[in-house]
């Protein structure tokens, strides 16, 4: 069974820290979203599970042994990402070529014909192709590739809906055809969310949260209604983040802790519903509480007379 592990993993670039601490296990054949918003570390921890970095700190592991420096590993893995390049002067149908050659479960009649469905032609040069292009061909490939361990760092961007649809088809097609772990990170997750048995949530190179993606998203509800309803009925509770929306209206939203009750009084005039995957990770993530009506209120107040 593969399994993926990160032991207290570190990693600095000159001076300053992308990753710090990180201990998670990931294993068994599922897909695995790694969330977080830009710069939170997500893509250091991919490479670092890639063996394309050797942590500073901690040991990243995977086919029993280390990951960097090891050819199981590498024979094993496959990363590809919005920057991934490959060589100019080869056309997608040589880089088709050289991955089959490179990776055993390499289905190239699937890639092939994916490329028909998605007008890539294969006499292409990679370098050539518009971003959302290049990124359906990286998934396309990485896929295709059928590696025990895949890593896809946000796969589905600069696409359009309707690419992004076909494309969130052919990852679970391909995950039902070859089972495997599939790891994908990404902080826009439209289309993705359903795939998730598992989420991680890294937020400022930590590790916040680590579970399975259904349980994960009933922790967190959004409250609105009458400001005042609102707040009577949070009181105690975690609040990420609060926000008006119509003059003397709020809404809400708050972490609860498993098997706790929410109270809403009947006749409060409230309604309580539960987030999206995308917008709980949000929540969990922000900034100061209020976001961005804090923001132009907190401004509004300095610049009165």
Not at 24 to 53: C, D, P, Q, W
Not at 162 to 175: N, Y
Not at 185 to 213: C, M, N, P, T, Y
Not at 235 to 260: A, H, K, N, Y
């Amino acid at each position: 069974m593969i399994q993926l592990e990160f032991e207290k993993a570190e990693k600095r670039f000159q001076g300053k820290t992308a990753l710090r601490d990180l201990t998670l296990s990931l294993e068994g054949e599922k897909i695995v979203g790694l969330l977080g918003r830009n710069g939170a570390g997500k893509t250091t921890a991919m490479k670092l599970a890639a063996g394309f970095l050797k942590p500073t700190g901690g040991d990243v592991r995977a086919f029993g042994g280390p990951v960097f420096n090891s050819l199981l590993a590498s024979a094993n893995t496959i990363y590809l990402s919005e920057d991934t390049r490959f060589p100019y002067t080869l056309t997608l149908g040589g880089i088709i070529d050289e991955l089959a050659r490179a990776y055993p479960n390499f289905d190239r009649g699937l890639a092939t014909r994916l490329m028909d469905y998605f007008t890539l032609p294969s006499f292409m040069k990679h370098a050539s192709l518009s971003k959302g292009m290049r990124n359906t061909f990286n998934l396309i490939a990485g896929l295709t590739a059928r590696c025990p361990l895949t890593l896809l760092d946000e796969p589905l961007n600069g696409m359009d809906a309707a690419v992004r649809k076909d494309l969130t088809s052919v990852l679970l097609k391909e995950f039902i055809e070859a089972p495997r772990l599939i790891v994908v990170s990404g902080h826009q997750l439209q289309g993705l969310e359903d795939l998730f048995e598992e989420v991680a949530i890294i937020d400022k190179g930590r590790l916040l949260i680590h579970e399975e993606a259904d349980a994960f998203k009933e922790r967190f509800k959004r409250i609105s209604g009458k400001a005042d309803a609102v707040g009577a009925a949070t009181e105690g509770l975690r609040v990420l983040s609060r926000r008006q929306s119509l003059p003397g209206m709020e809404e809400t939203v708050i972490e609860m802790e498993p098997g706790t009750a929410l109270f809403a009084p009947s006749g409060a005039g409230l309604t309580v519903s539960s987030l999206s995957l995308n917008d709980a990770y949000i929540a969990l993530t922000g900034g100061m509480e209020g976001g961005i009506d804090r923001v132009y209120a907190d401004t509004a107040r300095k610049v009165k007379p």
